[in-house]
């Protein structure tokens, strides 16, 4: 009687976080490289699936895109450790994605599931300001 209590407390608990996890909307889903010379390369995520970091101790070159047809949709030059790149400028869909650390070139996969929202600029109230620099006088003495 007792495990039938257990396994029953057990399935609603799963059953009422399955429903809180799907209300979590996801923007993207990141495949990292599994290979273990692509450890270098720190790529994730960030906690509101918007943005992919890229963090290594060795720079990295490059990020690159590559589409179906083996163009690049995208071309970014980091020369940087430390990067961090904004989802909502890739349409929703399947990205390949590059980044070159020289020789080595380390290849993920991310998945846009949603539009990602682009926030809207911030407007500064429209008051006419002017700033006016005081004049400064020099005195000199004449020997």
Do not use: C, W
Request: net charge positive; hydrophobic share 40%.
């Amino acid at each position: 009687m007792k495990n039938i209590i257990r396994i029953l407390l057990i399935v609603a608990l799963v059953f009422l976080l399955s429903f809180t996890l799907k209300a979590q909307e996801q923007y993207a889903k990141l495949e990292p490289n599994r290979n273990i010379q692509a450890k270098g390369l720190i790529h994730k995520l960030n906690e509101t699936k918007d943005t992919l970091i890229l963090q290594s101790d060795k720079k990295i070159n490059y990020l690159y895109s590559i589409n179906k047809d083996y163009g690049r949709d995208f071309d970014i030059y980091i020369d940087t450790t430390y990067y961090k790149f904004p989802l909502n400028q890739l349409p929703k869909g399947k990205h390949v994605l590059v980044a070159v650390q020289s020789p080595k070139r380390i290849v993920f996969v991310v998945k846009i599931l949603n539009e990602i929202p682009i926030p809207d600029p911030v407007e500064l109230p429209s008051k006419t300001v002017v700033a006016t620099e005081s004049k400064k006088v020099v005195l000199s003495e004449n020997n």
